[in-house]
């Protein structure tokens, strides 16, 4: 803790009430003080929201006035059909990547390939393995997040992919178990939205578009596409939230996401306040493209499209991967949005918004000028030579995959995120080890390699070996993993010769009390790895869907090192976790001398480990989030089991603002280690905090009014013009644009077409529209980021070794009803022996404030 936040911890009262959070615990297990609400923010089992249209259309606000310029231009000259193929997607397995949208081959212009993951190019080869998004961010330095996302892109683009599926920021992390949040950042918003800025910015350097997911309130896997484990159909998980939660909390990353220029968004599986977050118009009208300004586009998540008008009408643009079910062969857009614009119940100007938003980003990239030869030269679906273009209906058997290496010199930022994002938690003196230890030893799985190799689960689907990635769409493939078996190994070899031996069976007890015990005879060291991984829910990793039973470490790895320390006095315990552990068991045991959480370090997690252990770079990294005493500690729980029926499950998020550092410190709990926590083999003191004040412009909303819906084009009314040309050959199960007949509703497939159905007024409604009091800009109202403090202090290194401080500035915003204090700002500095440097810090006026919903504003 930084000598700011201690401060202000001591001039607050110490006790509040001991109010016991929500949660529903998994079954049969019994979690103390995690199951009852302590803070009603008014949301509400049940509840929904407002409906707000209709879907603002983007202006080219702010630096994206070209791009808008060059979009215009483009779709002016498009007919409906191929305006429709930007919009939807040609179906799962219907190209070469995870997603892609039509060709416009009249114009030159190739479909669209849109891949995982955040952290790397998915499904191909001569890849990096980059470290998750929950390592990038403990090392609370902008620079590496910055050129992560820079290789990254470089990466996604030199396979020439077009948008990149990442960065994340949805989870947030509201639930500690939660199985996506390592693809993210962090559960503190301001935390996680400097990151996914950081982030963006280094992805979109390289000319790739970053798709910034998953909008919004997508904090649990198990529901979120209703079923598993009930019969929920696709009755998906609804969060329901209260206003304030919502802009405090889980909003704010995403502004900071959409005023970096993230050229996507995706929307999520889950309901919010009981609609589906990718028909929402709330969140996507109001929220994302009124209140934030977003000028790209929304994608769906992968089957999150649930209808066609009403999408449309909420601000969806772009329907992935296009099939209603994967390989279904129909589709909520394609030729039903070619329809809905000929019957009139979507308007012309809603598609053209479309068309425009996705050219726009395109364009905003400059994608144009970052093609590469036969793109993309990769195929999702298999790693062979030679296969089938269209892989769900094998035809086009062609050359897919060109093996093409984008690794380039990425490896090294690679390391050097993954040794600033470890985390020294205990250190009685052991670390950093030497080389010259007369024995060396290495215990449990999770040091050494998948018996099956590094990509022998698909998508990493289990807990083979050392956790360098967790499981999902999230993944990459490894082009190699460096093991902190083999890496010590060396390190032990290449300084003196020792002697090295090691068990990896979890549960060769015996045999590791037996070594052991040898190492404690001759003074030497046992290190000992364990892990807890997570991840997408539709892989289930030992019983865990996704989401985790529980915040234990893997493979009773308790017992394991209780075994072990009942003969070592010189235990080191390394875990690689994807997100809060239970270390209660043995972290003020005597003979566990230190403890590393090592995150998920990605392809250089060997090599990164033993930089830290043997003092090759002095540990730096703070933790992101918590480490509680007890699960219960932590406030809001997964929901493992239906509490509606056959409905959607109900998630309230009655704790408000309160998750991760937030409820331990209303509850007045301490936890084991603390949010923004971590050690040094250096020391530090702060001195002389400084204050100044700054005049900045007075805090006004804007003005006047939008312009009307711009249409680009004229649209043919004649259905026969829209009709599949004579001779054209459709490829099956392919989504296209075109009418199978000159019938509207026989072309459309749907049974209840023609129905007396009323879609909202508002939803047509073209004329110009008042900009919304916190609006006004991409990621809201400009003079939220005028700056209205810089805080200043000293820090100094007072120990032998050169090392990273991350000075933390914390603020009490003063209400009752706030957090004892927030996170507003950190940076991370390298301070040489016996040097003085200065820590400065901006606030800006939104740091500063609270929202306010009667009047809508900050």
Not at 570 to 579: K, L, R
């Amino acid at each position: 803790m930084t000598l700011l936040r201690t401060a202000l911890l001591a001039a607050l009262p110490a006790v509040y009430a001991q109010f016991p959070p929500p949660g529903v615990p998994y079954p049969n297990t019994t979690y103390p003080n995690a199951t009852n609400s302590y803070i009603d923010y008014a949301a509400l089992w049940g509840q929904t929201e407002g409906e707000y249209f209709p879907a603002p259309w983007g202006e080219g606000s702010a630096d994206w006035a070209d791009a808008y310029a060059k979009a215009r231009e483009f779709v002016s000259q498009l007919t409906l059909v191929e305006k429709v193929n930007l919009t939807t997607g040609v179906g799962w397995e219907g190209e070469k990547c995870v997603g892609n949208i039509g060709s416009i081959p009249r114009l030159a212009f190739k479909a669209l390939c849109l891949e995982d993951s955040p952290l790397g190019v998915r499904d191909t080869d001569f890849n990096s393995a980059f470290p998750a998004g929950v390592t990038a961010v403990t090392t609370w330095d902008r620079n590496l997040i910055y050129q992560r996302g820079v290789d990254m892109g470089a990466e996604h683009r030199d396979k020439g992919v077009d948008a990149q599926l990442g960065p994340v920021v949805g989870p947030l992390g509201r639930i500690p178990e939660g199985g996506r949040g390592w693809e993210g950042f962090s559960p503190d918003p301001v935390l996680a939205g400097i990151a996914v800025a950081e982030t963006i910015k280094g992805m979109q350097s390289s000319g790739i578009m970053a798709t910034t997911k998953h909008f919004i309130l997508n904090e649990q896997e198990i529901f979120r596409q209703g079923a598993p484990p009930a019969n929920l159909s696709l009755n998906s998980i609804s969060s329901n939230i209260d206003d304030v939660t919502l802009h405090e909390l889980y909003l704010w990353p995403f502004a900071d996401a959409v005023r970096a220029g993230t050229a996507a968004i995706m929307c999520s599986y889950n309901k919010i306040n009981n609609e589906y977050a990718c028909q929402n118009s709330y969140t996507l009208n109001h929220l994302l493209k009124g209140e934030l300004g977003f000028q790209g586009f929304v994608m769906t998540d992968w089957g999150g499209h649930h209808s066609g008008v009403t999408a449309a009408l909420s601000g969806l643009d772009m329907s992935m991967p296009g099939d209603i079910g994967f390989d279904s062969g129909n589709s909520f857009w394609g030729a039903n949005l070619t329809i809905g614009v000929l019957n009139g119940t979507i308007p012309q100007w809603r598609l053209d918004d479309m068309c425009v938003r996705i050219l726009a980003a395109y364009y905003y990239v400059d994608r144009e000028g970052n093609q590469v030869p036969d793109a993309p030269n990769f195929s999702a679906w298999t790693l062979d030579t030679f296969g089938y273009e269209h892989w769900v209906a094998q035809e086009n058997y062609e050359q897919i995959n060109y093996h093409v290496d984008v690794r380039g010199n990425h490896r090294d930022n690679i390391r050097a995120t993954a040794v600033a994002g470890t985390v020294l938690l205990k250190n009685n003196g052991a670390l950093p080890l030497t080389g010259y230890e007369k024995l060396t030893t290495v215990f449990g799985y999770d040091s050494a390699e998948n018996p099956w190799g590094p990509n022998g689960c698909s998508d990493r689907g289990c807990d083979n070996g050392t956790l360098a990635m967790g499981w999902g769409s999230g993944t990459a493939n490894f082009p190699y993993l460096i093991t902190p078996l083999e890496a010590i190994k060396a390190e032990v070899q290449a300084v003196s010769n020792g002697a090295f031996e090691s068990v990896t069976d979890d549960y060769a007890y015996t045999q590791m009390v037996a070594l052991a015990r040898r190492a404690t005879q001759v003074n030497g060291v046992c290190i000992a790895f364990g892990n807890s991984d997570s991840g997408e829910g539709y892989i289930a990793v030992d019983g865990n869907l996704g989401d985790r039973n529980n915040l234990t470490l893997w493979n009773n790895f308790d017992q394991m090192i209780a075994n072990i320390t009942s003969e070592c006095n010189n235990t080191v315990v390394v875990i690689h976790s994807t997100g809060p552990v239970l270390l209660d068991s043995f972290y003020d045991n005597p003979n566990v001398t230190a403890i590393v959480w090592a995150g998920i370090p990605g392809e250089q997690s060997g090599n990164a480990i033993t930089d830290i252990l043997y003092g090759k770079a002095n540990p730096g990294g703070k933790l992101p989030f918590t480490l509680g005493q007890y699960r219960g500690q932590y406030g809001a729980d997964d929901l493992y089991l239906p509490n509606n029926g056959l409905e959607s499950p109900q998630s309230d998020f009655a704790e408000g603002v309160f998750i991760d550092y937030r409820v331990f410190d209303k509850l007045g709990v301490t936890p084991l280690y603390e949010f923004g926590f971590g050690l040094s083999y250096t020391n530090f003191s702060f001195s002389n905090i400084q204050i100044q004040k700054h005049s900045a412009p007075a805090y006004t909303t804007p003005t006047g009014m939008t312009s009307p819906a711009p249409t680009y084009g004229v649209v043919s009314n004649n259905s026969a013009d829209y009709v599949f040309p004579a001779g054209f050959h459709q490829v099956p199960l392919y989504i296209y644009p075109f009418l199978n007949n000159t019938d509207l509703g026989s072309s459309s497939g749907d049974l209840e077409y023609g129905s007396d159905y009323v879609f909202p007024a508002g939803g047509y409604n073209s004329s110009s529209q008042p900009y919304l009091p916190a609006g006004g800009a991409p990621g809201g109202n400009p003079g939220l980021y005028d700056v209205l403090y810089t805080v200043t202090a000293e820090v100094t290194n007072t120990g032998s070794v050169v090392g990273d401080e991350v000075a933390q500035l914390y603020l009490n915003l003063g209400c009752p009803s706030d957090p004892v204090v927030v996170l507003r700002n950190f940076d991370r500095i390298t301070i040489q022996p016996g040097q003085t440097v200065t820590f400065s810090a901006d606030l800006t006026r939104r740091d500063l404030s609270n929202w306010d919903s009667p009047t809508q504003n900050w």
